[in-house]
T-cell receptor
Framework: QKEVEQNSGPLSVPEGAIASLNCTYSDRGSQSFFWYRQYSGKSPELIMFIYSNGDKEDGRFTAQLNKASQYVSLLIRDSQPSDSATYLCAVNRDSSYKLIFGSGTRLLVRP | DGGITQSPKYLFRKEGQNVTLSCEQNLNHDAMYWYRQDPGQGLRLIYYSQIVNDFQKGDIAEGYSVSREKKESFPLTVTSAQKNPTAFYLC????????????FGEGSRLTVL
């Protein structure tokens, strides 16, 4: 079992829809959770992080964390074609320097 | 502008040669990292450094070496011992208070011929 698992996709949604990206993790001691966006051929950029159970909203993005079920999700409201990218989930334990990345979910937003 | 500069962006190497990838940051971050990304894969940690003159192995350090002589610089050498060096190499830095908040350079794409 991988430490951080994501569906590779592609997840295809129409413009204006809500895109829901999911990530599960195996280490119950994980404490920090991050979502990075990576456009094709480019480097990742941090878009959201969440530490506590529940929802965290930032503009069109909402991160959701459920530690009991060991999953974290990212919702993108009013999806735009410019949101088309690979979204990487990353998990950290005890503020360790060894962040564990999933392999990413490719999102395609159709105009 | 603050950021991380990696060079070269593209590099071709013959088998048996060592190559060094440069990484410089002006974000005043103490921690720096090297990750490797293969097609369709997530990022795997090669080496990281929390402070000048100190660094630790990540998950895939074999065949790589680093140095951290200055806070701003963290070069990576891909040695001939690395069996499958063709990959996209990413340098990153982070503030000490939150190691998960990584800032990445543009990456270096290494191809072994």
């Amino acid at each position: 079992q991988k430490e951080v698992e994501q569906n590779s996709g592609p997840l295809s949604v129409p413009e204006g829809a809500i895109a829901s990206l999911n990530c599960t993790y195996s280490d119950r001691g994980s404490q920090s959770f991050f979502w990075y966006r990576q456009y094709s051929g480019k480097s990742p950029e941090l878009i959201m992080f969440i530490y506590s159970n529940g929802d965290k909203e930032d503009g069109r993005f909402t991160a959701q964390l459920n530690k009991a079920s060991q999953y974290v999700s990212l919702l993108i409201r009013d999806s735009q074609p410019s949101d088309s990218a690979t979204y990487l989930c990353a998990v950290n334990r005890d503020s360790s320097y060894k962040l564990i990345f999933g392999s990413g979910t490719r999102l395609l937003v159709r105009p | 502008d603050g950021g991380i500069t990696q060079s070269p962006k593209y590099l071709f190497r013959k088998e048996g040669q060592n190559v060094t990838l440069s990484c410089e940051q002006n974000l005043n971050h103490d921690a720096m990292y090297w990750y490797r990304q293969d097609p369709g894969q997530g990022l795997r940690l090669i080496y990281y450094s929390q402070i000048v003159n100190d660094f630790q192995k990540g998950d895939i350090a074999e065949g790589y070496s680093v140095s951290r002589e200055k806070k701003e610089s963290f070069p990576l050498t891909v040695t001939s011992a690395q069996k499958n060096p063709t990959a996209f190499y990413l340098c990153a830095s982070s503030p000490v208070r939150e190691p998960g908040e990584l800032f990445f350079g543009e990456g270096s794409r290494l191809t072994v011929l």
